[in-house]
């Protein structure tokens, strides 16, 4: 059974930086391209970053250079680093594995990052 998790939110204060984990567990991290999604109150759903098992990670142009998407297929685990946040970055950010040879996705349920002073 396909299973992520993520860890890592928090209040920081703008200009901060966090690092989210999405544990992944049920399935081969390299058989999935990977991505980070959040929504805020009243917002839908946005991509923040996704990135191929091989290959460079893709960002919303928000986030561009400012946030790192990066995977360790042997820990099968997730990361993004966030860095220089704003207030605008409040939001639940949610982990997210997409098959290619399925066309499914799956979520987890999300870790709350909260940027304010």
């Known amino acids: 059974q396909v299973q992520l998790v993520e860890s890592g939110g928090g209040l920081v204060q703008p200009g901060g930086s966090l690092r989210l984990s999405c544990a992944a567990s049920?399935?081969?991290?390299?058989?999935?391209?990977m991505g980070w999604y959040r929504q805020a109150p009243g917002k839908q759903r946005e991509l923040v970053a996704t990135m191929p098992s091989s290959g460079r990670g893709i960002y919303a142009d928000s986030v561009e250079g400012r946030f790192t998407i990066s995977r360790d297929n042997a820990k099968n685990t997730v990361y993004l680093q966030m860095n220089s946040l704003k207030p605008e970055d409040t939001a639940v950010y949610y982990c997210?594995?997409?098959?290619?040879?399925?066309?499914?996705?799956?979520w987890g349920r999300g870790t709350q990052v909260t940027v304010s002073s």
């Open positions: 049920g399935f081969i991290l390299s058989s999935a391209v």
């Open positions: 997210n594995a997409f098959f290619p040879s399925t066309q499914f996705d799956n």
